[in-house]
């Protein structure tokens, strides 16, 4: 069975948009500074951990595995 995006959007609350916003917020950013592109493999990480901090010296691309490793406590 196809998942049904729209309505799952719909169904998400203020706080979830608003995290999600703010990780791709961290990864244009990161783009724009050329280190990182669309369909690299790499991930953006939070050096502090919290994903509203999209501060340039809190960000670093990492590789998907690398990133998976170093998961929340």
Known sequence: MARNYRSEYA?????RKAKR??????RYSLMK???VKKGDGKDV????RNAM????????AMSRA???ARRRK
């Open 33 to 35: 500074q050329g280190r």
């Open 11 to 15: 169904r998400e609350t203020g706080e």
């Open 53 to 60: 901090d999209n501060r340039p010296s809190n960000l670093r």
């Open 21 to 26: 916003a703010a990780r791709n917020r961290a």
């Open 45 to 48: 990480d939070h050096k502090n």
């Open 66 to 68: 690398a990133n998976l």
